[in-house]
């Protein structure tokens, strides 16, 4: 309860708390909520503008593309593929590299070695150049997507991690542990990760907003997730060619876009300041 306190009282956290949950039960309740199917088409509508410009009408709140989908129904369905996006590839991400940190960390030697020159190479690569490079090769798709971000995300959990291990290793409750003849498996997850799961966790947090950016610039480039699929990415990049005669096709979405990824690092910040000891009075 004392951390719900803490956590609501910081407003920049308490805010983006809230945003997220609003576009999470939105993408969750996407069915009940949008007006239109994610691929129904209503040709006798095509660009039709937002209901809040001349010549909208409230039938389609937010507009209709050049084929005649509903923009507000499909930002709803594309909510879904960004959170999951997101989550999943956070979540994957934070697990590996948080385990191979501790373990390079707990161990080091040649597995701190082999580990670090491999976290070292795949931080030479710009992210979006790899992962361009990556869904090239093994096709576009939602589980090629997630793989594909996955395969050097770690890198980041992987090297905050094993700094933490590496200053918590020498510490005096770490010494007693081993001293008591607790097996390695058994401190790390029992006595180290208790003390450094909130940097991971505000990492991870900021990290969310980063993959959400991620798929979206994949998806605008037709190398994310497939056309069948309602993506924000690709919604905006359907709507590049009528931004003279309908600028809302493309801005939309991509209002969608900058609003989740806003709350996000909102949240992340808050937390930050929330779970850092070193800033509480």
């Given amino acids: 309860m004392a951390f719900w306190r803490r956590l609501f009282?910081?407003?920049?956290?308490?805010?983006?708390?809230?945003?997220?949950?609003?576009?999470?039960?939105?993408?969750?309740?996407?069915?009940?909520?949008?007006?239109?199917?994610?691929?129904?088409?209503?040709?006798?509508?095509?660009?039709?503008?937002?209901?809040?410009?001349?010549?909208?009408?409230?039938?389609?709140p937010l507009g209709t593309d050049q084929l005649g989908y509903d923009l507000f129904s499909r930002i709803?369905?594309?909510?879904?593929?960004?959170?999951?996006?997101?989550?999943?590839?956070?979540?994957?991400?934070l697990v590996v590299g948080t385990l191979l940190g501790?373990?390079?960390?707990?161990?080091?030697?040649?597995?701190?070695?082999?580990?670090?020159?491999?976290?070292?190479?795949?931080?030479?690569?710009?992210?979006?150049?790899?992962?361009?490079?990556?869904?090239?090769?093994?096709?576009?798709?939602f589980g090629n997507l997630i793989l594909a971000l996955c395969f050097k995300a770690w890198v980041e959990f992987f090297r905050l991690a094993r700094g933490e291990m590496l200053t918590e290793n020498t510490k005096e409750y770490v010494e007693a542990a081993r001293a008591l003849g607790r097996r390695p498996a058994a401190i790390i997850f029992?006595?180290?990760?208790?003390?450094?799961?909130?940097?991971?966790?505000v990492l991870a947090t900021l990290r969310m907003g980063y993959m959400i950016i991620m798929e979206a610039s994949l998806s605008f480039l037709g190398l994310g997730i497939?056309?069948?699929?309602?993506?924000?990415?690709?919604?905006?990049?359907?709507?590049?060619?009528?931004?003279?005669?309908?600028?809302?096709?493309?801005?939309?979405?991509?209002?969608?876009?900058?609003?989740?990824v806003l709350a996000i690092n909102l949240l992340g910040e808050g937390l930050r300041d929330v779970l850092d000891p070193r800033l509480q009075r």
């Fill in 226 to 260: 497939p056309p069948s699929i309602p993506a924000w990415g690709s919604m905006v990049s359907a709507g590049r060619d009528q931004m003279l005669n309908a600028w809302w096709v493309a801005t939309m979405p991509g209002l969608a876009i900058v609003g989740l």
């Fill in 76 to 93: 709803l369905y594309g909510a879904r593929v960004s959170l999951l996006v997101g989550l999943i590839s956070v979540a994957i991400s």
């Fill in 9 to 60: 009282a910081n407003p920049s956290a308490a805010v983006g708390l809230v945003v997220i949950l609003l576009y999470a039960l939105a993408a969750l309740l996407a069915p009940v909520i949008a007006p239109y199917g994610p691929r129904e088409m209503d040709l006798a509508n095509r660009l039709r503008p937002p209901a809040f410009l001349e010549g909208g009408s409230l039938n389609h």
């Fill in 190 to 201: 029992s006595e180290v990760l208790p003390n450094i799961y909130h940097s991971l966790l």
């Fill in 102 to 141: 501790c373990i390079a960390g707990y161990w080091r030697g040649w597995v701190d070695r082999i580990l670090s020159r491999l976290a070292d190479l795949l931080m030479g690569f710009p992210y979006l150049l790899f992962t361009i490079f990556a869904m090239a090769i093994i096709g576009p798709g």
